[in-house]
């Protein structure tokens, strides 16, 4: 999990400098010698009285020292000082800090994180931000000052993002033939009626290529299957989900083939879902992916998922 964390900060932070990290205007005050801004009137006067020829000015100042870079630059701290971490991560990290000289360091612990904005100018920070999330929610002090360790992460629901947007980044790098998203699906409607109050059915990943549409639902639990009795089943909740985004997609798209997959991260259970079913003249599968390999298997996996579904894909390593 250490070196999971520093890897994905590590890349994601590579390819933000490269595009340039982002910057915002934030409010200075500041006693000058030329007019900036707007002039503070009681302040400028008591200069004057004490006979400084200075202007008391509030302006704004387009900076890099905004929270969004504070939140990379201390969990970057906090996984350089965690003896986890492997050394080519941490060398990695250590010399993209460079870049981080004039941001300052924050307490993460007082971060309201669904207060942070995002927008078009600071989008492509939305992962690296919900990785710096996991690592203060999982950090605890060890008995030695200074020396801090990550907990186990039992908090489903940030894993599932996590697993959900490593599934859709998977196929968005490796697979650029494909359309990938994360697409709204609208509802199919009678004479095109008013959606107002519809529940909006956000897919996790949306894959198209051609004539072919596959909606993935990554599924993130402690229990794959519900319990009736003796018999285990897929949840019910999970199964009318996906069938409803691939029925009201294949109404919206008539000229094209919808299939829709739950895909499962792997328990160590003993049923595991790995079911194929065509209800209603479409096909919907359940799937389990097996992280507690190595990558290269874990990336066989997924790579199997897509060339089941969509012909003659060539792979972007």
């Given at each position: 999990?250490?070196?999971?964390?520093?890897?994905?900060?590590?890349?994601?932070?590579?390819?933000?400098l490269?595009?340039g990290?982002?910057r915002?205007?934030?409010?200075?005050?500041?006693?000058?010698?030329?007019?900036?801004?707007?002039?503070?009137?009681?302040?400028?006067?008591?200069?004057?009285?004490?006979?400084?020829?200075?202007?008391?000015?509030?302006?704004?100042?387009?900076?890099?020292?905004?929270?969004?870079?504070?939140?990379?630059?201390?969990?970057?701290?906090?996984?350089?000082?965690?003896?986890?971490?492997?050394?080519?991560?941490?060398?990695?990290?250590?010399?993209?800090?460079?870049?981080?000289?004039?941001?300052?360091?924050?307490?993460?612990?007082?971060?309201?994180?669904?207060?942070?904005?995002?927008?078009?100018?600071?989008?492509?920070?939305?992962?690296l931000?919900?990785?710096?999330?996991?690592?203060?929610q999982?950090?605890?002090?060890?008995?030695?000052?200074?020396?801090?360790?990550?907990?186990?992460?039992?908090?489903?629901?940030g894993?599932?993002?996590?697993?959900?947007?490593?599934?859709?980044?998977?196929?968005?790098?490796?697979?650029?033939?494909?359309?990938?998203?994360?697409?709204?699906?609208?509802?199919?409607?009678?004479?095109?009626?008013?959606?107002?109050?519809?529940?909006?059915?956000?897919?996790d990943?949306?894959?198209?290529?051609?004539?072919?549409?596959?909606?993935?639902?990554?599924?993130?639990?402690?229990?794959?299957?519900?319990?009736?009795?003796?018999?285990?089943?897929?949840?019910?909740?999970?199964?009318?989900?996906?069938?409803?985004?691939v029925?009201?997609?294949?109404?919206?798209?008539?000229?094209?083939?919808?299939?829709?997959?739950?895909?499962?991260?792997?328990?160590?259970?003993?049923?595991q879902?790995?079911?194929?079913?065509?209800?209603?003249?479409?096909?919907?599968?359940?799937?389990?992916?097996?992280?507690?390999?190595?990558?290269?298997?874990?990336?066989?996996?997924?790579?199997?998922?897509?060339?089941?579904?969509?012909?003659?894909?060539?792979?972007?390593?």
């Amino acid at each position: 999990m250490y070196d999971l964390f520093a890897a994905i900060m590590a890349k994601g932070i590579s390819a933000q400098l490269k595009r340039g990290l982002y910057r915002e205007y934030l409010s200075r005050q500041d006693d000058l010698t030329v007019l900036r801004g707007k002039i503070d009137m009681p302040k400028t006067i008591k200069h004057r009285l004490s006979q400084k020829q200075v202007l008391s000015c509030d302006y704004d100042e387009l900076s890099e020292n905004n929270l969004l870079n504070q939140i990379l630059k201390t969990t970057m701290m906090s996984l350089l000082k965690n003896r986890r971490v492997s050394l080519k991560y941490r060398v990695q990290l250590k010399k993209q800090l460079l870049y981080f000289n004039g941001i300052d360091l924050i307490d993460l612990a007082r971060i309201n994180w669904t207060g942070i904005k995002y927008h078009r100018n600071n989008q492509s920070y939305r992962l690296l931000i919900c990785i710096c999330q996991l690592v203060m929610q999982g950090e605890v002090m060890a008995g030695d000052p200074g020396n801090s360790l990550l907990a186990s992460f039992s908090d489903e629901q940030g894993m599932h993002h996590l697993y959900e947007k490593f599934i859709l980044e998977y196929y968005r790098r490796h697979y650029p033939q494909l359309t990938v998203n994360a697409s709204r699906i609208d509802w199919a409607t009678d004479d095109g009626d008013d959606q107002f109050l519809l529940p909006n059915m956000r897919t996790d990943v949306h894959l198209a290529l051609g004539d072919r549409i596959l909606i993935i639902d990554a599924k993130y639990y402690e229990h794959t299957t519900a319990v009736w009795y003796t018999n285990r089943a897929i949840k019910s909740g999970n199964l009318y989900q996906i069938f409803t985004y691939v029925k009201n997609e294949s109404y919206n798209y008539p000229d094209k083939t919808v299939a829709g997959m739950l895909l499962y991260a792997k328990t160590d259970e003993r049923v595991q879902p790995d079911e194929n079913y065509h209800i209603h003249g479409n096909q919907i599968n359940a799937k389990t992916l097996d992280l507690n390999r190595p990558f290269k298997q874990i990336s066989a996996q997924l790579d199997e998922i897509v060339n089941a579904y969509f012909t003659n894909l060539q792979k972007n390593v």
